[in-house]
C-alpha cells in the first residue's frame, strides 16, 4: 500500500490535463484530494485571472499592465499552471529598460500552485508572489525587466548609482524592480529558473523555509539574490555570477552595494551552500539591518551556514558580514578582491577552510569578539589577517554600542597557511588572543601587535618575516621565526611539523537540494578585468563587443574583441596604421599603432564570417610628449584650494617628468621620493596634432581642474570634489594645438586623467 500511496501523489504524476486522485492514509482513515482537468488558454487582455489548472499556448503575448497590480493573476489551491514557454512582454518596442512598468504575473493568497515555463520580460517586476504557501516556481525565464539607467562611466563613478536596501518593510525594494519577487511565502521551490540582465534577479521578503536551488540569476546591475526578514531557507547550487555596479577597471572599485548574494535585516539560520557569486560588488553581503544597529540594539542576522561557495573576483568584498552572531563561513573561494572578508562588528562567527587568494586584504575584522578562524589558506595576500578595535565614543552611546561591548577580543587563530603575505597577522588594540599551529612562507612580517593589547598567547608556530610588537602583553613559546623581531632563546631551531589536516572545530558539509555544478567551468574569462560595465549594467559576453568601444590611446590603442567564442578577422583598415591580432579566434586582443608616429584617426571594421556580422571600430590615436611638474603649497582649509595660484606656480617644482600620456590614477598620491600625498598642484603641457574636426576634450580629477586650449580655459571645475568627468566640445582646425591642464589636490583620493575623442 505505500508503494501504491507514493506512486499516486509523485510530482511525475501530476503532468496537466490529467486527473489525480491522491489517497493519504490517515489516524482517522482515508483523505481524498482531486486536481482538476488543465484547460488550453491564450492571454488576450491585461487582468487575465486563473483559478485552476491550465495550459497557455505557446507564443509571444505583448500586453501591459495598464493599472500596474498584473497582468495575468493566480489564485488557487492546488493547480498546476504551465505557460509552455509563452513569452509575456510588458514594454513597447523600442521601450529603454528604465521605462519598464508593471507585473506580469502575480500569485496571491494560494497554496500548492506549481508555475511552469514562463517567460515574462519588459516590466518592472516579472513574477510577483505574496502571502502564498508551497509554490513551486519551477522552468521560468525572467530575463530582460527593469533597471536602473546608470550615470557612472568608464571614466569616473556618480554617486546617485548608490543602491540602498536597508529599507523594505513597506516593500521599498519594488522601485528597484525584479525578476521574482516573493513576499510573506512559506514551504517554496524555485528551481531551473533563469534570469539575465535586469536589476535584480530573485528577492525573498518576509519568506520561510523555502528552497532555491539551480536556477542563475547572473549579469544583473543590483542583486542576483537579496533576502529581507527571510530564515529558515536553503540557497543552493545557484548561479549568481556578475551581479555588479560601480566598477571601471583600473579606474573605481566601488560597487554600490551591489552583491550576488545579499542578505539583510533579520535573516537567521539559512543554508548557503554551493553557489557562484563572482564577480560582483560583494559576492555574498550580509548586514543585521537597522532594527539591531538603530532601534532595538538586539537580533541581526545571525546562525546562518555559509558553505562551499565561490565568491571570487569580487570588486569589494568576497563576504561582508557585519553586526551579527554565530554565523559560519566555510569551505568557500575568495580569489582577486580587496577584501576576502569583512567582518565588522561580527562576534562568535566560526571562519574555517576558506581558500583566500590574490586580495588586498584576507580576514579583516574590526571590533569582533569571540570568533574563530581555522584552517583557512591564505596565497599572496596584502594582509592576510587583520583585527583592530577604534574610537567608539560615539557609538558606544546608540542602540547597538549599548547592549554590545564592541571590544576587539577573544580570538582563536589556528593552523592556518600563509604563503608569500604581507603581512600574515596583523592585530590592533586587539587582546585575549590565541595564535597556534599556524604555518607561513615568505612573508615580510609574519606578526604585528600593535596598540594596547593584553592576553596574546604565540604558541607552537612557523613564523616567516619580521615580528613587531607594540605596547602591550604577550606570550611567545615554542616558534620558529624565519626574521627579526623576537629574541633567540626560546625560539626553535627548526620549523614544526604542523598537521594541516587536523581539525578542531569542524563543519559539517550541508545536505542540500539541488544537483546544477554552479562553478564557472574551466576556460571561462574570469578575472577583475572581465568586469565591463556600462550605462546598462554589466556585459554578458552574449554578443560580440569592442572593449573600450570607442578607443583612443597614446602612441598605440589596445582593444579587445569578446563575445562568444568563434573565427573572426580585421578588414577595411584606415590605411597608415597597422593592426596587430592575437589571434583567428574570439576572444581576442588587437594592437593598432600608427606608421609614422603621428596622431591619427582609424578605423576598421570585425567581420563574423559564420554570421556575416560586422562591426565597425573607430578610434583615434594621439603622439604626444607631455612636459609634467609637480608643486607643493600649505593647507590653507580642508576644503578651500590654493589662496595664491600663481604663487605656487612660482616655486620650485618638486618634481617634473616627460611623459606619453596624462593618465594619473595616483589614489593616495604620487609615487616618488619626497612627493606629498596631499597638497599638491600639477601642471601638464603639450603640443598636439590633430586632424580637422570635432573633438570632445574630457578630464577626470580629484580635485580641482583647469583646461586650456590654445590658451583659451575651456573647461574650469576649480574646485575641492570626488572623481569628476569634466568635457568640452570643439571644432578644431588641422594643424597643431598647445594643451595646458592644472590640477589641485587638497587630500584623500588624487586623480587627473585627460582624453580627446573624435565627438561623431
Known amino acids: ?77 492546488g493547480i498546476v499552471v504551465d505557460f509552455q514557454g509563452a513569452t509575456l512582454v510588458g514594454s513597447a518596442a523600442g521601450q529603454k529598460p528604465d521605462e519598464f512598468t508593471g507585473v506580469g504575473v502575480v500569485v496571491s493568497d494560494s497554496s500548492r500552485v506549481t508555475l511552469r515555463n514562463l517567460r515574462v520580460r519588459g516590466f518592472k517586476v516579472g513574477l510577483l508572489v505574496r502571502r502564498s504557501t508551497q509554490v513551486v516556481i519551477e522552468g ?46 512559506a514551504d517554496f521551490v524555485l528551481r531551473n529558473n533563469r534570469g539575465r540582465r535586469g536589476q535584480n534577479g530573485i528577492c525573498l521578503v518576509r519568506c520561510t523555509r523555502g528552497q532555491v536551488y539551480d536556477n542563475e540569476m547572473s549579469f544583473h546591475s543590483g542583486w542576483g539574490l537579496a533576502m529581507y526578514r527571510s530564515s529558515h531557507n536553503q540557497i543552493a547550487h545557484n548561479k549568481f555570477d556578475w551581479c555588479i555596479r560601480g566598477y571601471s577597471h583600473g579606474v573605481y572599485n566601488r560597487g554600490q552595494d551591489s552583491a550576488g548574494i545579499l542578505v539583510y535585516e533579520q535573516c537567521c539560520d539559512n543554508v548557503f551552500a554551493y553557489n557562484s557569486a563572482t564577480h560582483g560588488g560583494d559576492g555574498f553581503f550580509l548586514f543585521a539591518g537597522l532594527e539591531t544597529l538603530q532601534e532595538t540594539g538586539q537580533g541581526g542576522c545571525n546562525r546562518n551556514l555559509v558553505y562551499g561557495n565561490d565568491f571570487s573576483h569580487a570588486s569589494n ?55 574563530w578562524i581555522e584552517r583557512n589558506v591564505f596565497e599572496r595576500v596584502g594582509v592576510a589577517v587583520n583585527l583592530w578595535q577604534g574610537e567608539q565614543a560615539a557609538f558606544a552611546n546608540r542602540p547597538y554600542g549599548r547592549h554590545h561591548h564592541c571590544r576587539s577580543e577573544e580570538y582563536e587563530i589556528v593552523r592556518n597557511r600563509f604563503t608569500e603575505c604581507g603581512t600574515d597577522l596583523r592585530l590592533v588594540h586587539t587582546s585575549a588572543v590565541r595564535i597556534r599551529e599556524n604555518d607561513s612562507r615568505q612573508a615580510r612580517v609574519g606578526l604585528e ?51 594541516a589536516e587536523a581539525v578542531t572545530r569542524d563543519v559539517r558539509a550541508p545536505e542540500v537540494p539541488g544537483k546544477q555544478d554552479a562553478f564557472l567551468p574551466a576556460g571561462t574569462l574570469r578575472g577583475l578585468e572581465y568586469i565591463l560595465v556600462d550605462e546598462w549594467g554589466p556585459y554578458d559576453f552574449s554578443q560580440v563587443r569592442l572593449d573600450p568601444a570607442r578607443p583612443v590611446g597614446w602612441h598605440e590603442v589596445r582593444l579587445r574583441v569578446l563575445g562568444p567564442p568563434q573565427p573572426f578577422r580585421v578588414v577595411d583598415a584606415t590605411p597608415g596604421v597597422d593592426i596587430a591580432v592575437s589571434g583567428e579566434q574570439l576572444p581576442a586582443s588587437l594592437r593598432v599603432t600608427s606608421r609614422d608616429g603621428q596622431s591619427r584617426p582609424f578605423q576598421f571594421v570585425v567581420e563574423l564570417p559564420q554570421g556575416g556580422e560586422r562591426i565597425e571600430a573607430r578610434g583615434l590615436i594621439l603622439a604626444a610628449r607631455w612636459r609634467v611638474r609637480i608643486y607643493g603649497w600649505p593647507r590653507v582649509g580642508p576644503m578651500q584650494p590654493p589662496a595664491d595660484w600663481a604663487a605656487v606656480l612660482g616655486s620650485e617644482p618638486l618634481a617634473e617628468w616627460e611623459l606619453p600620456a596624462v593618465d594619473f590614477r595616483w589614489g593616495g598620491g604620487p609615487a616618488g621620493e619626497g612627493l606629498p600625498a596631499d597638497h599638491f598642484g600639477t601642471v601638464c603641457e603639450a603640443q598636439l596634432r590633430l586632424p580637422a574636426g570635432k573633438y570632445v576634450l574630457r578630464t577626470v580629477s580629484d580635485d580641482g581642474v583647469r583646461l586650456y586650449l590654445d590658451g583659451r580655459l575651456v573647461i574650469d571645475n576649480w574646485t575641492w570634489h570626488p572623481p569628476a568627468e569634466d568635457r568640452a566640445t570643439l571644432e578644431l582646425e588641422e594643424g597643431e594645438h598647445a594643451v595646458r591642464i592644472e590640477h589641485f589636490e587638497i587630500d584623500g583620493v588624487a586623480q587627473l586623467q585627460f582624453f580627446i575623442e573624435p565627438a561623431d
Open 1 to 77: 500500500m505505500k508503494k501504491l500511496v507514493n506512486n499516486l501523489v509523485s510530482p511525475r504524476k501530476l503532468a496537466a490535463g490529467s486527473v489525480v486522485l491522491a489517497m493519504l492514509c490517515g489516524g482517522a482513515g482515508w483523505a481524498w484530494s482531486f486536481e482538476s482537468v488543465a484547460s488550453q488558454r491564450t492571454i488576450e487582455t491585461d487582468n487575465l485571472k486563473l483559478s485552476e489548472s491550465v495550459e497557455v499556448a505557446p507564443g509571444e503575448y505583448r500586453i501591459q499592465d495598464g493599472d500596474g497590480n498584473g497582468v495575468v493573476h493566480i489564485r488557487g489551491q
Open 140 to 185: 521560468c525565464d525572467v530575463s530582460d525587466n527593469w533597471k536602473m539607467h546608470l550615470r557612472s562611466t568608464p571614466q569616473a563613478e556618480d554617486g546617485a548609482d548608490w543602491l540602498f536596501g536597508h529599507e523594505n518593510d513597506q516593500d521599498e525594494w519594488l522601485r528597484y524592480g525584479a525578476g521574482m519577487y516573493l513576499a510573506d511565502c
Open 317 to 371: 568584498n568576497g563576504i561582508e558580514a557585519t553586526f551579527s552572531d554565530g554565523n559560519v563561513f566555510a569551505c568557500n573561494r575568495m580569489d582577486q578582491a580587496d577584501h576576502a572578508f569583512w567582518g565588522g562588528y561580527s562576534y562568535n562567527t566560526l571562519i574555517v577552510a576558506n581558500q583566500i587568494s590574490r586580495c588586498n586584504h584576507g580576514i579583516s575584522i574590526e571590533h569582533g569578539s569571540n570568533n
Open 449 to 499: 601587535l600593535a596598540g594596547t593589547y593584553q592576553r596574546v598567547r604565540v604558541e607552537g608556530n612557523n613564523l616567516s618575516g619580521d615580528v613587531r610588537l607594540g605596547n602591550g602583553q604577550a606570550s611567545f613559546a615554542d616558534n620558529y621565526l624565519m626574521g627579526q623581531g623576537l629574541p633567540r632563546e626560546g625560539l626553535r631551531e627548526q620549523p614544526l611539523e604542523i598537521d
